[in-house]
């Protein structure tokens, strides 16, 4: 088993920045990719960024490209999300996932295993 603590969600104001963090515990061993994703109630689940924990290739969603960095401290099992530049539209609840598949991406249902969620609230 697997267990996810994020940490880090606040409210901004738009164009400010903020850093998630996701701590990852127990049989982490298994865990081949770790992502965010973020959902807006009434909203489709969207893949954010993902990382591929073995050898750091990573993914960013479209709308986040060029503001996101993911990245992770292998040595403290925890997974980062930067964020700058942060949009109105950035609002949401960030969840924290890991998969023991290779390459799932941005694949929600390949990821067994997920945080309980750190809301972001950017204003205008």
């Known amino acids: 088993v697997v267990q996810l603590v994020e940490s880090g969600g606040d409210s901004v104001q738009a164009g400010g920045s903020l850093r998630l963090s996701c701590a990852a515990s127990g049989y982490t061993y298994v865990i081949n990719n770790m992502a965010w994703f973020r959902q807006v109630p009434g909203k489709e689940r969207e893949g954010v960024a993902a990382?591929?924990?073995?050898?750091?290739?990573?993914t960013y969603g479209d709308s986040v490209k060029g503001r996101f960095t993911i990245s992770e401290d292998n040595a403290k099992n925890t997974v980062y999300l930067q964020m700058s530049s942060l949009k109105p539209e950035d609002t949401a609840m960030y969840y924290c996932a890991a998969s023991r598949i290779i390459g799932a991406w941005f694949q929600a249902s390949s990821y067994g295993y997920w945080g309980q969620g750190t809301q972001v609230t950017v204003s205008s």
């Open positions: 990382i591929d924990t073995g050898g750091g290739s990573t």
